[in-house]
């Protein structure tokens, strides 16, 4: 045992959790599709549907197994069969039977949400997990855990607010309402499960393996399916599977297919919870969870049909407009983080505010056709408030490094934009369930003018695109300053503009053209401000050693 954790090296550690997440990754994402494939296409069983989510235990056998050898090969015929003691045993089949418990709360949600409704309320399991770690094993939280907790919470509430808006057909309201409840609790459950398993390892008083770690989920699963089994008699639902695969809709075989792989999927899904929760913490893995479960539902939308605004200004009004941030980014970079400025980049704000009121004087010359002037005004308002949010974001991101109380490096950066990024996408999420975006996009796919196919390409590349946008932001803060980084924002807006002219074929008025000459002067003025002060700084530097060498020679 002692020559197995000594063989988990810190890079072997590194491979295994990732190893771990992948598993965990296909359980997020392939569990709840095939739970739904089931009863989308006939399948009645709750119990049996709770059974197959940890059935398929005896598949841990085969990495055991592989142990096992590895072991023996290095100690020889003195080889523990297995490490899990009486205590541990109990505690892992106690986790289990409530895991059963769990299975079943979320199999009875599963049948009546759709996989789009029920990820998101899986989704507040982190909210549990994050109580039970605080309070079980004593985690700390940081600001942006708390944050992403509370977000997490709200969405699942704000989700219970509108419960009726994507009622599946043939599910009753009375249905829906305790669908959602049971899954909510499910959530809660196992929400709460993880930290009693970090528990479980923290005071096991015996070195923790993977060998361990696989026993204990074999245990657990066991249990939990035994649990299932009672449930399935009492029910009986090992009398009514055969007559349920005549009735199945993509037929017998196929049932039999989808229950087998519904096996295997779940149990990747416990395999790499457990694994993840013993490389690195529960809050980790709830975390994971929470992380996948929107590509889940993105692929519930996908696969089974589900019910998931458009711009009010043409690009190239809204890229000067957003031009306009540089002025709030200096504004913001001036009061928060005490940049100092010159002649120069107060010229350069200036002219960048003037080129967007400029802009705002004539507002209906490049209205998009079927937008009114109302909608086109609001689109400008809306539009000239995110740039001045933002640009008070960029100096708040730099005075975060200001005041981090460590080093800033490339990978705190990039850690700090991932859960910007995450948090700001729960917010997202929120206002999509609450405007019913997801019930829409299925339809606005297939109204889509250059095809559905094409239309889930533009949805990724947006995604990804934007994404080496706020990336690029954070790094520029990070490697100068928030104001260098809004006017690189800014000096790249142009290009955007005469991107939509070409695409577009968008409108650029004379106002648009006096627009961009005062936000290019402004450019240069900013960049021109720039350089002199770095000759400045320069000059100074040499005349300080000039005068540091010149003491330093002694009279002879």
Do not use: H
Not at 543 to 551: G, I
């Amino acid at each position: 045992m002692e020559e197995e954790a000594n063989f988990l090296s810190i890079n072997m550690k590194r491979f295994l959790l990732i190893i771990n997440c992948l598993l965990l990754s296909v359980g997020v994402c392939g569990g709840p599709l095939m739970m739904r494939l089931y009863f989308v296409e006939g399948g009645l069983r709750i119990w049996f549907n709770s059974w197959l989510q940890t059935g398929g235990w005896p598949l841990t056998i085969i990495p055991l197994v592989i142990l096992y050898f590895y072991r023996r090969k290095i100690e020889g015929s003195d080889t523990k069969l297995y490490y899990t003691t009486p205590r541990i045993f109990i505690a892992s089949f106690v986790i289990g039977i409530f895991t059963g418990f769990d299975a079943y709360l979320y199999s009875w949600g599963g049948s009546k949400l759709p996989v789009s409704t029920s990820s998101l309320l899986i989704a507040a399991q982190l909210a549990f997990t994050a109580i039970g770690a605080y309070f079980i094993v004593k985690i700390k939280f940081t600001s942006y855990s708390i944050n992403a907790v509370v977000l997490l919470t709200l969405g699942a509430v704000l989700l219970g607010i509108r419960s009726n808006g994507d009622r599946p057909e043939g599910v009753t309201s009375k249905e829906y309402v305790i669908g959602f409840i049971m899954t909510l609790l499910a959530a809660a459950l196992y929400g709460l499960i993880l930290p009693c398993i970090e528990l479980m390892y923290l005071k096991a008083k015996q070195a923790i393996t993977a060998t361990l770690v696989l026993e204990i989920q074999m245990v657990m699963c066991f249990a939990s399916t035994a649990f299932c089994t009672i449930g399935m008699i009492a029910n009986k639902d090992f009398q009514a599977i055969s007559r349920e695969t005549k009735k199945f809709n993509l037929g017998e075989a196929r049932y039999y297919i989808v229950v087998i792989w519904s096996a295997i999927i779940w149990q990747c899904f416990f395999v790499g919870a457990v694994g993840v929760i013993y490389l690195s913490s529960s809050l980790m893995s709830g975390v994971l969870i929470a992380v996948l479960l929107p590509i889940t539902e993105i692929l519930g939308v996908i696969f089974f049909d589900e019910k998931f605004s458009r711009s009010k200004l043409p690009v190239s009004t809204s890229s000067l407009l957003i031009a306009a941030q540089l002025a709030f980014t200096a504004i913001g970079a001036y009061f928060i983080v005490k940049i100092k400025f010159t002649s120069y980049s107060i010229n350069a704000v200036v002219l960048l505010t003037v080129g967007a009121i400029l802009l705002g004087i004539r507002l209906n010359g490049d209205r998009p056709e079927g937008v009114t002037t109302k909608e086109y005004v609001v689109g400008f308002i809306v539009t000239l408030l995110a740039a001045a949010l933002y640009g008070l974001i960029l100096p708040c991101i730099e005075l975060m490094y200001l005041k981090a109380k460590q080093a800033i490096t490339a990978t705190l950066v990039l850690e700090i934009q991932m859960v910007m990024c995450f948090a700001s996408t729960a917010f997202c999420t929120i206002g999509m369930i609450a405007n019913k975006d997801f019930q829409a996009i299925s339809r606005e796919a297939k109204n889509f003018n250059l095809g559905e196919a094409r239309y889930y390409l533009v949805v990724i590349w947006s995604a990804i695109i934007w994404q080496c946008f706020f990336v690029g932001a954070v790094g520029v803060i990070y490697l100068s300053s928030s104001l260098m980084s809004g006017v690189l924002i800014a000096v790249l807006l142009p290009i955007t503009q005469i991107l939509a002219i070409v695409f577009f074929k968008e409108k650029f008025s004379g106002e648009k053209g006096l627009s961009l000459f005062l936000s290019l002067w402004g450019f240069v003025s900013y960049f021109y401000g720039e350089f002199k002060q770095a000759k400045k700084v320069e000059k100074m530097k040499i005349q300080e050693n000039e005068m540091t060498s010149t003491t330093q020679i002694e009279p002879v």
